[in-house]
């Protein structure tokens, strides 16, 4: 088990240092560098461009110098003094604008995977064991549309629904009296009865998916000898159903979480920018289509970080549920 | 529950016209189609017959089961008649119903054809186990522990108490099926079913597990029902003989008898198809012409005319054949047969 | 012969007998080739066979587009800002009382509020828009064709005719739907087939290598996996130059798009390969002296085929979402191309689409085809496995 832990976890790395370089490399991808951009946006504004502050930026990301060196320079800024350069758009350091955004896309994309966990599960045994019955067909159908339907649309709809229905708006997290509030219980409470909307759309497509995956793997397992050798010690067919092939089909299930975890972060992304959610999404786009590209650069190296994590974590809760993987016959 | 009188107070199990049918979009699959044999008390009755003559389902028909798309559809199961000499039909209860499950475990147990795939890939031998143990008595924790690893030593496993927490696939093919078996004789039964038991293990790992069979029939008396297709493991168990072919019993006989001076034409095709050590150099195995029909052309009379030896046109494609009666304890399904001594039929 | 055996659908009889493990006597199905299997196995599948009607059918528009549109995409009218979709109606009586088949519909008169200035647009039913089949448009050239008639339109080609509503602009937002076909559906083809290229070459060459480069396409594959698509789609199509004429804008989106997608096809080659490889039948080939080219191509590619087409079937569907959601957000395709992404970027605004909800017609037109799509997939995934 140790040694699964230790390799996994070894393996983890090199991913992360190809993460920050596919982000460095689309911070390099627009024309001209930092400065040529710094500079438009200066003029653009009508501030004077000084010379010397000019100097000292492109020392401080060594910009005439080749580019593994401004790699290095970033990178190891990041990485030692937590320095992720600075944003021009908003004239701040990046990491002030990465953290609270950061965590709010963190609290979203969990509690998304939770509330598909609740509903994919349940739905996805059900459906395997009544196989064929209406209850499944109306499943498989809801589930298909839920996949069909881009992320944007559904939180549209729904945008559309409670403002012609409600007469309000379905945006945001917070209710405006606590947008700059410090963190609260009040606060909390007042998010959470707002992010149900946001979690329901980012969470539908993954749900879709994951009933699938539950069902697909639920009959795979049921056949099995091993659950009519369980029901000849004399289990019941639902004791035998729920103690053995409910606990194989959980693996699979659990290992898909991990890829799950980017698709809801992606999925968070573009819902956030529909919903104007004060997450890592709207800034994001608006680093980009602003050529930002510190700011834009880090977000896309930090949610990938995050989901590199979320990978991590789901792969050992798997060799904790496996016995097989643990003790590496397969996998 | 129906009570049923056997006929012989001896007979442990009895099974009279069984029928499973698997009622798939295609069409009815006829799997067993009027299965009838009995086996006494601690004798071992074994089951023969080639790949798809319903031999399985018939097993997993008197352990209720039986999965969708196959249903009993008919027949008895008459089990273990009491003082009165009245049995249960077990064909008359719910599979999942609480009375057949205070009998499927502590009373009927059964191994499977392969152990890897009877054993759960993601729990322990002991896990399995203590179901097994704690069907029959309700014993605390520790105390099934104890039973289990005692299970496991009793069918030969070294180390037991190590086993008891290791996984399915950690062992041997030979040590899993010792631990499929202490599995099924955790819970003291009458009855051990054991399908195609060896058929997945090598030579010498069989004859291990055949031993182990044996002795513990000796030992606790139990009675066993042991599905085989192969007939040199019948010579050496088995007490009698029900020969299967397309979901029917058509020869029920004992062993000696069976192997000697069989009644049917497919027994004696079958065991023309042994290989024998008298045979001269050259000479070649006699093989059954033709092929197991499609399980939805059933041959029209006898299913068996189209590859029999002794198919007389006329006869054998038309009338179907009921069970004849050669001898005292020896039956056979075949229109050539006259029954042994008419009067006593009559 | 039993009447069974000489049923033309012993396919799924002898997968019945297969599964319960009779060796049986040999059938039709067995010596069927693969795809007559699959035909057999597919057009059981009614949901799917209707969908992949329906994806035809969505790939015969997209190719006629010009001709099923009633009005050009861009044609803007600024009397119809945002005018409601108007009502069809059939009457079996035409304008002299001759019998027949007959559509029309009616003129919108718009009325503005003097202070909100905002629009309300009333049917007036003194104003008839007569509609009909093959209506005379103005010239218009479709794949190198001159034409002049459309499939169904107003009889005068100067009136109005909103079957869906108009846009901001007063656009039919019926022909931009139409005419959005072409782009979204084929965004996923080409999408597909230049992953297909990708994962078929770097699959292939994984599975069949093995070893290190195995180990190194794999890792690869999991590194690509373990970044959120979106972020890294937005990234890359941020980055294409904003100056780029619309025709390198599309192919530098497809591009971005299949970079990404190809993995999960090179995951299912691979495996088809691995277990291939061991295969008796290859062995055989390799035995009788044929060259790994011919093993691959004649003996391995032909027995995965129908695989791979089911899993792009399903590959596609994944591509035009992503090349909506990127349209939508304004980085992927750009006006004045014509996609449903770029169609929806116009119903960003709630209170545009609070008045004008028909702007949600291009996600329908979405929904519909993914769904086909996926449905399709699904179908040819099953019948990929003709005897399971």
């Known amino acids: ?258 890829w799950e975890l980017p698709e809801l972060i992606s999925g968070a992304t573009i819902t956030a920018i529909v919903l104007s959610l004060p997450t890592t999404g709207p800034l994001l786009l608006e680093a980009l289509l602003a050529q930002d590209m510190y700011l834009a650069g880090s977000f896309i190296m930090m949610l990938s970080v995050l989901t590199v994590i979320g990978t991590l974590i789901s792969d050992l809760l798997l060799a904790w549920l496996d016995p097989r993987i643990r003790q590496g016959v397969v996998g | 529950m ?119 890939p993601v729990h322990t031998i002991g896990t399995q186990l203590a179901e097994s143990v704690r069907s029959r008595h309700a014993v605390s924790k520790r105390e099934t522990r104890e039973r289990g690893i005692e299970a496991l030593a009793r069918v030969g496993i070294p180390e037991p108490a ?33 399908d195609e038991p060896t058929t997945a293990l090598d030579v010498t790992t069989q004859a291990g597990i055949l031993d182990l069979i044996l002795d513990l029939q000796s030992e606790t008396g139990m009675t066993v029902m042991f599905i085989t297709h192969d007939l040199g493991v019948v010579a050496e168990i088995a007490d009698s003989v029900a020969v299967m072919y397309l979901g029917r019993v058509v020869e029920h006989a004992d062993v000696d008898t069976a192997f000697h001076a069989p009644a049917h034409p497919y027994t004696e095709a079958l065991l023309r198809a042994l290989p024998s050590i008298h045979a001269k150099t050259g000479e070649r195995l006699a093989a059954i012409p033709g092929m197991v029909p499609h399980p939805f052309a059933r041959p029209a009379g006898c299913a068996f005319h189209p590859r029999c030896h002794r198919f007389r046109p006329g006869l054998c494609e038309t009338r179907e054949p009921e069970n004849v009666p050669v001898a005292p304890g020896h039956g056979a399904r075949c229109l050539l047969l006259k029954p042994a001594r008419k009067a006593a039929a009559e | 012969m039993s009447r069974a055996r000489t049923d033309p659908a012993t396919a799924e009889q002898a997968a019945a007998s297969a599964a319960l493990g009779a060796p049986v006597a040999p059938t039709r199905v067995h010596v069927a080739g693969q795809w007559r299997l699959m035909w057999w196995k597919f057009r059981k599948h009614r949901l799917a066979l209707w969908s992949g009607v329906l994806v035809l059918l969505i790939y015969v528009v997209a190719l006629f587009a010009p001709f099923v549109a009633p009005k050009d995409p861009n044609d803007y009218a600024s009397a119809y800002l945002y005018a409601p979709p108007m009502p069809v109606e059939v009457s079996l009586r035409g304008p002299q009382g001759e019998f027949g088949l007959f559509f029309k519909s009616y003129e919108l008169t718009a009325t503005t509020d003097p202070l909100t200035l905002e629009k309300t647009y009333v049917i007036n039913r003194d104003a008839l828009v007569p509609l009909g089949f093959f209506a005379p448009t103005e010239p218009y050239s479709m794949l190198g064709l001159p034409m002049n008639r459309v499939l169904f339109g107003p009889v005068n080609y100067e009136q109005p005719f909103y ?120 062995t055989a080939a390799r035995l009788d002296g044929c060259s790994e080219m011919r093993i691959v191509l004649r003996h391995m590619v032909p027995s995965f085929a129908s695989h791979i ?76 496995d003709p005897y399971a």
């Not at chain 2, 696939?169 to 099924?184: C, H, N, Y």
């Open chain 3, 163 to 282: 079957l869906l509503g108009a846009d901001r602009l007063g656009r039919d937002v019926y022909s931009r739907v139409i005419h959005g076909t072409r782009v979204s559906m084929t965004v996923g083809l080409v999408g597909v087939l230049i992953s297909l290229v990708l994962g078929i070459v770097l699959g292939g060459i994984s599975g069949y290598f093995g070893g290190f480069v195995d180990d190194a396409v794999q890792r690869t594959i999991e590194f690509l996996k373990s970044i959120p698509t979106i972020p890294l789609w937005m990234g890359l199509a941020a980055a294409i130059p904003t100056v780029w004429s619309p025709i390198a804008v599309y192919f530098m989106v497809t591009v971005i798009l299949s970079l990404v997608g190809w993995t999960g096809l090179a995951r299912e080659v691979r495996g088809r390969f691995m277990a291939l490889k061991s295969e008796d039948f290859v």
């Open chain 1, 1 to 258: 088990m140790l040694r699964y832990i230790i390799r996994r976890v070894l393996w983890a790395i090199p991913i992360l240092i190809g993460v920050s370089i596919v982000s460095f490399f689309i911070i390099q991808l627009p024309p001209g560098n930092y400065l040529t951009a710094l500079m438009a946006s200066m003029r653009a504004t009508g501030e004077s461009v000084d010379m010397s502050q000019l100097q000292t930026l492109s020392e401080r990301y060594g910009l005439d110098e080749p580019m593994i060196v401004q790699y290095w320079k970033w990178i190891s800024g990041i990485v030692l003094r937590g320095d992720f350069g600075q944003s021009f758009l908003y004239t701040r350091p990046v990491s002030d604008l990465l953290w609270e955004r950061l965590g709010l896309t963190f609290i979203l994309a969990f509690t998304s995977m939770i509330f598909v966990w609740l509903i994919a599960f349940p739905i996805g045994v059900y459906s395997a064991v009544r196989k064929y019955s209406i209850g499944d067909y109306v499943m498989t159908f809801v589930g298909f549309i839920g996949l069909a339907t881009p992320n944007f649309l559904i939180a549209l709809i729904l945008m559309y629904v409670s403002f012609t229905v409600f007469g309000q708006s379905a945006g945001g997290l917070f209710s405006p009296q606590y947008l700059d509030a410090p963190w609260s219980w009040a606060k909390f409470a007042d998010m959470m009865s707002k992010i149900w909307i946001p979690v329901v759309v980012i969470g539908t497509a993954g749900t879709a998916a994951l009933i699938r995956i539950m069902r697909a793997n639920m009959l795979d397992e049921l056949p099995k000898t091993y659950v009519d050798a369980a029901r000849a010690r004399g289990l019941s067919g639902a004791h035998a159903v729920t103690k053995y092939p409910l606990r194989v089909a959980l693996n699979p299930f659990v290992s898909r979480i991990g």
């Open chain 2, 2 to 120: 129906r009570q049923i009188p056997m006929r012989e107070p001896d007979t442990l199990l009895e099974v009279r016209d069984l029928a499973t049918h698997f009622f798939t979009d295609e069409g009815v699959v006829r799997a067993v189609d009027g299965a009838s044999f009995d086996i006494p008390r601690g004798k071992t009755l074994c089951i023969v017959g080639e790949s798809g003559s319903g031999k399985s389902v018939m097993a997993r028909a008197v352990m209720g089961l039986t999965r969708a798309p196959g249903r009993v559809v008919g027949g008895s199961v008459l089990w273990c008649p009491d003082q009165d000499g009245q049995a249960t039909d077990l064909a008359t209860l719910h599979g999942n119903s609480r009375a057949y499950r205070a009998i499927r475990g502590p009373e009927i147990g059964m191994i499977f054809q392969e152990p890897m795939a009877a054993l759960s």
């Open chain 2, 162 to 194: 190590a086993r008891y927490d290791q996984y399915g696939f950690e062992l041997s093919g030979g040590m899993r099926q010792r631990a499929m078996i202490a599995m099924a004789l955790a819970a003291e039964p009458k009855l051990l079913i054991a």
């Open chain 3, 309 to 384: 087409i089911a899993t792009l079937t399903l590959a596609i569907p994944t591509m035009i979402l992503a090349e909506t959601a990127l349209s939508f957000l304004g980085i992927g395709l750009r006006p004045p191309v014509v996609s449903w992404g770029v169609l929806l970027q116009e119903a960003q605004n709630i209170r545009t689409i609070a008045t004008a909800p028909w702007l949600f017609a291009p996600g329908v037109a979405v929904v519909v085809s993914v769904l086909a799509l996926n449905f399709l997939g699904d179908g040819l995934r099953d019948a990929a």
